[in-house]
């Protein structure tokens, strides 16, 4: 709804009290109809015009010329209520809808370069159910900002170095494992999880084992062609696994760069660091100190020469803003990374980029699982304690298959669908949530269709694709009579219809894909009142009814595309 937000700017302005800019950021959409479409508080102007707000606003109300499509401005209490006029509003909405189809709402392209930075597993572990939450939470940032018209890289930065791969070779050759290329090639993830469990637990009764894995790694940054071959095999085996996981839950990315890549980058920001002299020793460490930001020294090398995240992730993002020329970059990481960023960033700012401030961290907070305690916790992978995400994948499978088994037992690639709602219902249970706060998993609120859920969103989605495959016509503009979309049903629908764009918009401003999860839930509840108010099919305004109902289900569709989430059509 730009376009009248605009030109109520543009009349108010007219009138000499505000500026179209001040118009445009006090503009708020009531929650109550009774209240309009558009309302414009004018306390701002108390002081200024030395007025009460509700005598300012009684009195711009008669001096307003209504812009076309506004029906009448109400002053209330300090507030001008502007009213848009129904019909008006319909035929500019749903022409926009026809014209730009899954696009309405998008913004044109802007030029500028996003890189998301999300998911990032370890290698040599299998995705956890935690994992979830920057998975989709990026997925779908990545989607927004692109309809924002962002040029978006994708990247997953796998953690495949560091002394965790000395825990694995240590445990692999210490169990006796093959070093045959053919048994190297056989190795699964499930394997290697083990390892890190098997590490965690004897190394708690053997402290050396820490030891021996440090010696390890450092062995493998220097080179050994043995050491390197077995992790070599190690990440093969892990992306396998993640090629495959990712591919079902609909999550792509455009480049895989492991913290590995960056190996030989590393001497030449030690180098930098040491030049613009913020290199300095303590207790044996390398580090550079932030006390002038208030922060902890950040630690760059070990004293045994081994790198650690920061080095990492310093040279990573010099290799990025040269490789990509980012206007912005994102790192998806949970909250409990924010000192990590806050300390790489202002070492960045320290070595004089000014584009450090660029560069953000999303934070998020984490999935918690009911213990058998009633304890609520985030499962640890290395300790063997975490879901694993394709053991909640197939659960959740299993569940919404049993549901399709009672409700629909003939429908065509029930497994596959059951899959994608599965998915669908466990990314909306995340999304639906601001980020920053923990989500408690619970699988009866999860996938149920009732209540603000997943499957609830989709199964409107596919009410509309049903309606539309009865009518076995599609319904043309002009055919369609305006003046009969302006009952209550039909306007409240038409009405959250007009919103998309604004909330792509406050998305990605605010980089929360749970705007456009509420989003959802507005469309899903507006289009199942106007389906129960009145029959479509077979009603007098059979055409123009289902006119709403196309678009409706293209919003929807894009919406659920946004999220991440599989806009299936049956189920």
């Not at 309302?39 to 030395?50: G, I, Q, V, Y």
């Not at 965790?164 to 169990?175: D, H, N, Q, T």
């Not at 990440?235 to 792509?252: D, H, N, P, Q």
């Not at 492991?258 to 001497?267: A, C, H, N, T, Y």
Request: net charge negative.
């Amino acid at each position: 709804m730009i376009s009248f937000e605009q030109s109520i700017a543009a009349a108010v302005a007219k009138t000499g009290t505000f500026l179209e800019e001040e118009v445009l950021q006090l503009l708020t959409v009531p929650q109550e109809t009774t209240h309009g479409n558009f309302s414009l508080p004018c306390f701002a102007l108390a002081k200024k015009l030395r007025k009460a707000p509700k005598i300012i606003a009684e009195t711009l109300a008669t001096e307003i010329e209504l812009p076309q499509g506004i029906s009448k401005v109400e002053p209330i209490n300090g507030y001008l209520n502007f009213f848009i006029e129904r019909s008006f509003l319909a035929t500019s909405v749903l022409t926009q809808i026809e014209e730009k189809g899954l696009n309405y709402g998008h913004a044109s392209s802007n030029n500028k370069t996003v890189i998301i930075d999300f998911s990032s597993p370890n290698i040599g572990k299998e995705l956890a159910f935690h994992h979830l939450r920057s998975t989709m939470i990026g997925n779908s940032l990545s989607r927004i900002y692109k309809a924002n018209g962002y040029r978006v890289e994708r990247i997953n930065h796998l953690g495949d170095w560091g002394t965790a791969f000395g825990k694995l070779i240590v445990m692999y050759l210490r169990e006796g494992g093959s070093l045959e290329e053919e048994a190297l090639d056989q190795l699964t993830v499930k394997e290697l999880n083990l390892l890190y469990s098997s590490f965690s637990k004897i190394s708690k009764e053997n402290p050396e084992l820490e030891n021996e894995a440090r010696a390890a790694f450092t062995k493998l940054e220097e080179g050994d062609s043995l050491y390197r071959k077995l992790w070599s095999a190690f990440k093969k085996a892990t992306l396998k696994e993640l090629m495959r996981i990712y591919s079902m839950m609909g999550v792509s990315f455009d480049h895989y760069i492991g913290e590995s890549f960056f190996e030989d980058k590393i001497p030449a920001v030690l180098d930098e660091l040491r030049e613009k002299k913020l290199l300095v020793k303590s207790q044996e460490l390398d580090v550079v100190m932030l006390n002038d930001f208030d922060l902890p020294p950040c630690l760059i090398r070990k004293s045994d020469g081994s790198t650690l995240y920061a080095t990492r992730d310093l040279a990573a993002a010099l290799y990025r803003k040269k490789e990509f020329q980012f206007s912005k970059c994102l790192y998806v990481v949970d909250l409990g990374q924010s000192l990590h960023f806050k300390q790489v960033f202002h070492v960045l700012k320290k070595m004089d980029y000014e584009w450090y401030q660029d560069m953000y961290h999303i934070p998020f907070g984490v999935i918690l699982q009911q213990t058998e305690e009633g304890k609520w916790e985030k499962g640890k992978t290395r300790s063997g304690t975490a879901s694993l995400l394709r053991d909640v994948i197939e659960a959740a499978k299993e569940k919404i298959l049993t549901f399709i088994n009672e409700k629909n037992p003939e429908l065509e690639n029930k497994e596959e669908i059951a899959t994608q709602i599965g998915i669908s219902a466990l990314t909306f249970n995340d999304l639906k949530n601001r980020r920053l706060m923990d989500v408690k998993f619970d699988w009866d609120s999860a996938l149920s269709f009732d209540g603000a859920t997943g499957p609830y969103v989709q199964n409107a989605h596919v009410r509309l694709c049903s309606i539309m495959r009865k009518a076995a016509y599609t319904a043309k503009i002009e055919d369609v009579s305006w003046d009969t979309l302006t009952d209550d049903a039909a306007y409240e629908l038409i009405k959250v219809l007009s919103r998309k764009g604004n909330n792509i918009a406050k998305a990605c401003e605010t980089d929360e894909p749970s705007t456009l999860a509420q989003y959802a839930l507005e469309i899903a509840e507006a289009a199942h009142r106007f389906i129960h108010q009145d029959r479509v099919l077979g009603s007098a305004e059979e055409k123009s009814r289902l006119y709403l109902v196309q678009a409706t289900q293209i919003v929807l569709e894009n919406v659920l595309d946004l999220l991440g989430l599989f806009p299936i059509r049956q189920m």
